[in-house]
């Protein structure tokens, strides 16, 4: 079955960088785009970064445009974010997520949560 | 960007209760409106697309509808699984926004 694992997190120091994984299986993962949507404690969803199947395309939302980078690696199934320069307002639980097509996010890991703090 | 606005931000109902959540998008995003749920610690689930589209083994007690700006989801016969958070996201343009959740909790 489709299954998404995310790991990297944990608690990180303010100006610090942190690389998240998501491991895909289930599926050919070289044929979906993929999304990175985060949620701050208690809070909702907020959309981050799609890259497209084949990695060419990447879109990011603005509040996060030149601290994070999505990428991926097609031949091991994994989904990557960047995040550079890490703020306190950072902390959440961040998801990847399949997208079907025209942005709608099928199936979706349980996350890794990322804690900003000194 | 495209604001997203669901109300009410949370709501009491009895298992059997029929209810139902609006999303207001701040301009017209046709019919480009998706639905999930989510329970605490698990992933969303997504449940509907381009509005009124049921994704495949979702119940069909849950129902979408609108275009342009409003939309509505309403889950009828309430059971004890659907009390859970309701988010909508509009697939229109980038950024992909979500509202700020519903949260539907039993009386």
């Known amino acids: 079955q489709v299954q998404m694992v995310e790991f990297g997190g944990g608690v990180v120091q303010p100006g610090r960088s942190l690389r998240l994984s998501c491991a895909a299986s289930g599926f050919t993962f070289r044929s979906f785009g993929m999304h990175w949507v985060r949620q701050a404690p208690g809070k909702g969803l907020e959309w981050m970064t799609l890259?497209?199947?084949?990695?060419?395309?990447?879109y990011y939302a603005d509040s996060v445009k030149g601290r994070f980078t999505i990428s991926r690696d097609n031949s091991n199934n994994t989904l990557y974010l960047q995040i550079n320069s890490l703020r306190a307002e950072d902390t959440a639980v961040y998801h990847c997520a399949r997208d079907r097509g025209r942005a709608l996010l099928d199936y979706w890991g349980r996350g890794t949560l990322v804690t900003v703090s000194s | 960007d495209i604001q997203m606005t669901q109300s009410p931000s949370s709501l009491s109902a009895s298992v059997g209760d029929r209810v139902t959540i609006t999303c207001r998008a701040s301009q017209s995003i046709s019919s480009y409106l998706n639905w999930y749920q989510q329970k605490p610690g698990k992933a969303p689930k997504f449940l509907i697309y381009a509005a009124s589209s049921l994704q495949s083994g979702v119940p069909s007690r849950f129902s979408g509808s609108g275009s342009g700006t409003d939309f509505t989801l309403t889950i009828n016969s309430l059971q004890p699984e659907d009390f859970a958070t309701y988010y909508c996201?509009?697939?229109?343009?980038?950024?992909?926004?979500f509202g700020q959740g519903t949260k539907l909790e039993i009386k």
């Open positions: 890259i497209s199947y084949d990695g060419s395309n990447k």
């Open positions: 996201q509009q697939s229109f343009s980038i950024p992909y926004t």
